[in-house]
Structure formats: C-alpha cells, structure tokens
C-alpha cells in the first residue's frame, strides 16, 4: 500500500515521475492537471468555467479541485494506493484531503518534495511536450519520445502546452512560491516529508526517489 503524494514547483517533473512510480507499484497516477485538460477539451460545464484561470497560471478554486479528487478516490483502482500529482497546491486543499481521507478511515503515507530552481523550470519548461489523447509527458531534451512528435503510449501528436510560455511559467512559479510551497512546512510537521533533487537527467532524478521510496516503505 503507497498513498503518496507529489510536490514540486511546475515541470519540476512531478508528472514524469508519478508515471514510473505508477508503472512500478501498479497503483493509479491521479493528476488533476491532466483531469482538467480532459474537461476543457470536452468543453464540458468545469472546463469552460477553468480554461480561462489555467491559461492565465492561477490556480483553480479549491472547491472544484477538491471535488474532483473526491471522486477519483472513490474508483476501485485506488483501494491498494495512488500518487496524487498536483495536488494539493493550497493548505485549504491539504486540510480538505485529510478530511476526506480521514472519513475513508485512510491516511497518506509519504510526501514527496522535488527540488528545482525556478531558472531550471523556466528553461526546461520550454522544451516540455503533452499528448492531448492521453496525457502523457516528455521532454525534447530529457525525455524526448521515441516516435519524434508522436506520443510513444498512443501515436498521437505531441504539442507544447498553453500554460508554458515563458509568461504564464513565470506567473505559475510566482503563484508556487506564494501558495504552494508553504505545503512543505504542512506535511514536515506531520512527519511525512522528504526531498529530492530534482537533476537534469531523468535517470538521476529517478534514481533519488526510488531511494526515498525504499528506505521510507
């Protein structure tokens, strides 16, 4: 059983990670980011009502957010562990999902910091590619797909997303520092917290949390 939980500034490679992680333990990766985008391409009552605040950099209202994870949580999938990927991004949303779990006669188990400095993000953001079909992550440089422009999991074409320009990057990373970091201090008070070095090589970065997982399971 790992119910872990992902911190890390935007394209610190939480994503990447929750992916191997997710592929090693055999428990769902739960990213609302990726959630999100599916309901803005469906273009459904909540995307329509966050595509405009995503593009922008800020932060969609806890309410929805929380919402979401709720029912996720719920899916069968989830009884032997997940690894929830962004989020939660606000200590509101951290007290609600400690709420929630609280209700489940659940807890989560680790918390896992990537370390990245914002002049890192901003560069490695920009050569940062999404599948639109199916969510997946890469990277021209650290990452890069094996099939060029196509996604390795399903052949669809990758794309550069809407929130990372160099602008919104920034905006995201001004909104981080302001709400999210502070998560940090939450969850070291709870005993759960451990960092990474979040390095340019997938590998290497790879190799640091594998070595958390180990001696905190």
């Known amino acids: 059983m790992l119910r872990l939980i ?3 500034a935007p394209g610190a490679g939480k994503g990447t990670q929750a992916d191997l992680i997710s592929q090693n333990y055999g428990i769902p990766q739960i990213s609302t980011g990726v959630i999100l985008r599916e309901e803005i391409a469906k273009e459904s009552a909540l995307g329509k009502k966050v595509k ?3 593009e922008s950099g800020m932060l969609v209202p806890d309410e929805d957010v929380v919402e979401i994870v709720k029912n996720r949580l719920r899916q069968p999938d989830c009884k032997d562990g997940y690894i929830l990927d962004g989020f939660p991004r606000t200590i509101p949303q951290a007290e ?3 709420g929630m779990l609280s209700e489940l006669d659940s807890k989560i188990d680790l918390v896992i910091s990537i370390e990245v400095s914002d002049g890192d993000i901003v560069r490695r953001m920009s050569g940062r590619r999404i599948c639109r079909n199916c969510g ?3 990277h021209t440089e650290y990452n890069p797909s094996r099939n060029g422009n ?5 052949n669809a074409p990758l794309a550069v997303r809407d929130d990372d320009t ?3 990057v920034e905006e995201r990373l001004r909104v981080y520092h302001e709400k999210t970091a502070s998560l940090k201090e939450y969850y070291e ?5 451990r960092r990474i070095q979040g390095c340019e090589q997938l590998a290497e970065t790879t190799a640091n949390m594998n070595k958390v997982l180990k001696e905190a399971l």
Do not use: Y
């Not at 196509?150 to 399903?154: A, E, F, N, V």
């Not at 008070?189 to 917290?193: P, V």
């Open 150 to 154: 196509l996604c390795d999991k399903c």
């Open 189 to 193: 008070k709870q005993g759960k917290l």
């Open 136 to 138: 997946s992550t890469f």
């Open 96 to 98: 609600a999902l400690d």
């Open 6 to 8: 992902l911190l890390g």
């Open 166 to 168: 160099p602008e919104v």
């Open 52 to 54: 405009g605040i995503i």
